[in-house]
Each structure stands twice: as structure tokens, then as C-alpha cells.
């Protein structure tokens, strides 16, 4: 038997991580409060069937209606099995159900034929024809007492109103990774499986919250290693990047940019995707917060903060390559994040802080003189992103950053946004990089959408997905960045041709100074 048909919760105490639901069903079959129908709403693999089955179970156990169905009575075993008459399943994306409700509202009218109700299971519901909604609402008006509907879907939106107001409504949450990974863990534990946590953390990881899936790569796994559930094979399978390549991305990043620029644009050209090298970033650092290592705990939650605040832009971006390079110059810029070297953890701060601060004091010609942290962390992020700053501009931000009370955004010379700057390319290209230290994900937006500036208006073209960048420049973080350079009236507009422009492009825009034809060649 499949492992997930094998572990599908029996009792409302087994189903993980909807609570907030079975709390209420409890009480209702305990008081026996029954309304004649329920709508759980939800992502797939977060319970709805199975809380659907347990809520029938207990409504037709011979033990009588209870929250703890016995599981063993006839009526228990038989919709266990799938086979209760009385307890019907209908999967509405089959054949959207049109035939099954037409039989439904003949049948509905005879008695059930060996329990208490008639339940009606309908999976998928939003996928019902119009025509099924409508035979499905006569029978909500008037329905028998005998008859309990559960209508389990992923999308309520597309259930008619009619329908919807006559049911009692549930929301089901997405399973964190975390209660994928417990349930992952008690399934090993109770098949006997010798497994490593990092693999159980990739299954659930890739999942994404469907505990279904998450079982059958188990097994998957499981079966090729013949009772074992080992990472090597988890990421085989799943055709994951290794750790090792990851480290050594960020390792180079943190080394040599223009490097960590050419290895990316060679994992991309050998068909590792971006944000395949994104979530793997996230749970070796994920990893590290637990272990202490390859990154002390401390550093490793910053770490974990900074790529959270990329999820964002990640999932949507149609450019992931854009925003893997923007997110590692930011890793990169951190200054008090710690780099794995020889097995032991050196903070970067130490390791390239005196670098860095010779690197200024040179450019500014004057001591390296520090005694304020943040400043110095300040510069050294400014260092750090712009490989080649120009001294003047460096003692122009450190001249603003004397005064407390001046921020960098006022310090940017107002010109810059105004009506002379929409014929001064490098006023606002100044602006876009002073951006890129602000906020990074905008500053990629920006590079995305060709930013140009027309007077108040600030025009951004993308070759799609308007709503999703329009929804990004609202956010408040990015509001409050703009707000800091004056204030845009900000215009997006579609822009059809360049949508396949190729990564390498992409980066040479982004990095015009990094060495790519070479990595062309290789
Ligand atoms: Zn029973």
C-alpha cells in the first residue's frame, strides 16, 4: 500500500497542523450540531479529504455520532476502505461532475442504506460545471436531514455565492516545512527506515506543504535505497544542487564578485536553475542556524533574514539569474556574516574589514580612522557593491554620513530625479546605485524595467506580469525608498519584445566589468 494511502490520518488527533479545524469539527459532532454542508477550503495535501473522512466516520460510527470514531466498527472499516455506501466520494475534476449530481439528486432522496447519513464527499468542487452547481443548489435548499455535503476545494473563488452561503466554511492552512518534516520523521520511525534529517528537510522542503507528495517521494527514495532515506539519493532523484556548489558560490562571491558572476552564468549555462540555487541556499543556511556550522548560529539567521526578503522577488522575477547576482552582492556586502574556512568559522568582518577600510582610507586619502561601526560597516557595503567607486563619490556619502541627521537619501542631489535628469543618463544612473545600497530587490526592478524618468513620471517596462511589479512598487519597503529620492508618479508599462533576452545579457547590463566572454568560450 502506498505509504501516504498507509498513513492518512484515522483521528482528528493524527491530522497536522490544522488545529484551528478539527477543534470545531470535534465540538460540533460532539454536541451533534450538524449542518448539512461544509466547505474546506485549501492547498492540496493539507487534509481536506482526510478530515472529510474522519468528520463521515464519525458521524456513521456504530459506537453513535462522536468526535473519536472507533475505527473498527463495520460503518468505520467500510469508508476506510472506501467502500461504505453511504459514504460517497465524487471527484468533480474527473468528469466535472455533471452525470454524478444528476444521480446525486435521485438518489438523495432515499434513506442511507446501512448508517445514520448519506455523506456526499466532493472533491475539486470549484471544478463542477454550472450546470452541476445548479442541480448541487436544489438539493442545498431543501436538503434531506439525512444528507451532509463536504465540498473540498483549492480555489472557493470559483464556487458560486449560492452555493458558498450555504455552507459552513473552513480554511485549511499549507503545512509548514516543519510539520511536513515531524510527519516525514514518524512515518520513518514507524516503517523502520534508517534516514538522514537533511534529506527528510529536502523532501519537505520541495513539497511545499503537500503532505501527499512529500510521502510519495519518501517512498520513492526509500525503495532505491532499500530502507534507507539518504540525502545523495533525495537529491538525485530530485535532481538538486549539491551543497558543496552553493558554498562555493558564496565562497567566491565573497572573495571575488566578477568570479562569483562567471561560476553562476557557468551553473546557469549547465542547466542549473536559479532558484533551484536559491532554495538550496536557504536550507544549508536553514541547516546552519540549527548546527552552528558551516555558519556560527547568529550569522546564519542574518544570512536566513536577508534571503526570506528575497522570496519576493525570487518567485516572480522573470530575471532569477538578475536577482541571484543582486542577492549575493548583498551576502557579499554584509559585513559581519562569517565565510566557512578550513572546517573553523571566520567572521568576513575580520577578514575583509581591514581590506576594505585600507581600500577607503586610500581613496579618501586620509586615516583609517573608524570609530563608529555602522559607518564603517556603511562603507564597507558601499565598497563592496561598487567594484570600482569613483573616490569623489565615496567622499561625497562620507562627508553626508558626518551629520547624524542627513541621511544618504537626502544627500542625493534632488537634480537627479528632476526634469533636467530625464536627459542626464548618469544622474539617474547615479540614482539606480545609490538604490542598489538601499534596497536591493528594487534596484533589480529597476534594471528589469529599464527605468527611465520623464519629468514626475518614473517609467518601468516589463515584457509582462504588470500586476505582480505593480503590487512590488507598492510594497512599503519600496515606497519608503522612493519616497527618499522625491516623489515619483510611478508608470509601468508592457513591453513585448526582449523577453528572451539571455542571462548572459542580462548580467553584462548588471556587471558591465565582470569577465563573461571568456565563460562564453569554455
Ligand atoms: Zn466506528
Known amino acids: 500500500m502506498a505509504l501516504y494511502r498507509k498513513y492518512r490520518p484515522q483521528t482528528f488527533e493524527e491530522v497536522v497542523g490544522q488545529s484551528h479545524v478539527t477543534e470545531i469539527l470535534t465540538k460540533a459532532l460532539d454536541n451533534q450540531m450538524i449542518s448539512h454542508a461544509y466547505l474546506f477550503a485549501g492547498p492540496k495535501g493539507s487534509g481536506k479529504t482526510s478530515c472529510a473522512r474522519i468528520f463521515a466516520k464519525g458521524l456513521n460510527c456504530e459506537t453513535g455520532i462522536t468526535s473519536k470514531p472507533c475505527n473498527e466498527c463495520e460503518s468505520c472499516r467500510l469508508i476506510n476502505e472506501g467502500h461504505s455506501l453511504d459514504v460517497i466520494e465524487i471527484d468533480a475534476a474527473s468528469n466535472r461532475g455533471v452525470d454524478e449530481i444528476r444521480e446525486l439528486r435521485e438518489r438523495v432522496k432515499y434513506r442511507p442504506a446501512q448508517s445514520r447519513y448519506k455523506v456526499y ?7 463542477l460545471t454550472r450546470e452541476a452547481f445548479n442541480a448541487l443548489l436544489k438539493t442545498l435548499e431543501e436538503p434531506p436531514e439525512y444528507v451532509v455535503f463536504v465540498l473540498a476545494t483549492t480555489d472557493p473563488q470559483k464556487i458560486p455565492p449560492t452555493v458558498l452561503s450555504r455552507c459552513q466554511r ?22 523502520g527506515f534508517s534516514y538522514q534529517q537533511e534529506a527528510l528537510e529536502l523532501i519537505a522542503e520541495v513539497s511545499d506543504g503537500a503532505v501527499r507528495d512529500a510521502l510519495n517521494l519518501l517512498e520513492q527514495i526509500s525503495v532505491v535505497d532499500e530502507g534507507k532515506v539518504s540525502i545523495k539519493t533525495a537529491r538525485f532523484l530530485l535532481n538538486v544542487v549539491e551543497d558543496e556548489v552553493i558554498l562555493d558560490l558564496l565562497k567566491t562571491a565573497f572573495e571575488d564578485m566578477d568570479k562569483a558572476v562567471e561560476r553562476l552564468a557557468q551553473l546557469m549555462e549547465s542547466g542549473v536553475e536559479a532558484m533551484e540555487l536559491f532554495r538550496t541556499m536557504k536550507s544549508l543556511v536553514r541547516r546552519s542556524v540549527f548546527k552552528n556550522k558551516p555558519w556560527p548560529r547568529d550569522v546564519a539567521l542574518e544570512m536566513f533574514k536577508m534571503l526570506e526578503s528575497y522570496n519576493f522577488i525570487m518567485e516572480r522575477t522573470e530575471f532569477p539569474a538578475v536577482a541571484m547576482v543582486a542577492l549575493l552582492s548583498e551576502l557579499r556586502s554584509e559585513a559581519d556574516l562569517g565565510i566557512p574556512k578550513g572546517g573553523e568559522s571566520v567572521p568576513l568582518s575580520q577578514k575583509n574589514a581591514d581590506k576594505e577600510k585600507t581600500a577607503v582610507a586610500e581613496k579618501l586619502q586620509e586615516p583609517a580612522a573608524e570609530t563608529k561601526k555602522g559607518k564603517k560597516d556603511s562603507n564597507q557595503k558601499r565598497e563592496a557593491l561598487t567594484d570600482d567607486v569613483e573616490a569623489e563619490t565615496v567622499k561625497e556619502e562620507k562627508e553626508s554620513e558626518s551629520d547624524e541627521q542627513v541621511t544618504d537619501a537626502a544627500a542625493t542631489p534632488v537634480t537627479a530625479v528632476g526634469e533636467d535628469s530625464s536627459q542626464d543618463a548618469t544622474g539617474l544612473e547615479s540614482w539606480i546605485e545609490n538604490v542598489r545600497s538601499e534596497y536591493v530587490p528594487l534596484y533589480v526592478v529597476l534594471r528589469e524595467g529599464k527605468a527611465r524618468i520623464e519629468g514626475e513620471r518614473l517609467i518601468l517596462s516589463f515584457p509582462g506580469l504588470l500586476h505582480m511589479y505593480r503590487r512590488f512598487m507598492e510594497l512599503p519597503q519600496v515606497q519608503k525608498v522612493l519616497h527618499n529620492y522625491g516623489h515619483f508618479k510611478v508608470e ?29 568560450n569554455n
Not at 508592457?494 to 565563460?519: G, N, R
Open 121 to 127: 464527499i466532493i472533491d475539486e468542487a470549484h471544478m
Open 492 to 520: 509601468l508599462q508592457t513591453e513585448a519584445e526582449e523577453k528572451d533576452e539571455s542571462v548572459l545579457e542580462i548580467f553584462k547590463q548588471v556587471f558591465p566589468e565582470a569577465q563573461i566572454e571568456e565563460v562564453k
Open 170 to 191: 473552513f480554511r485549511f492552512k499549507k503545512l509548514t516545512s516543519d510539520e511536513v518534516f515531524q510527519i516525514l520523521e514518524n512515518v520513518c520511525r514507524s516503517e
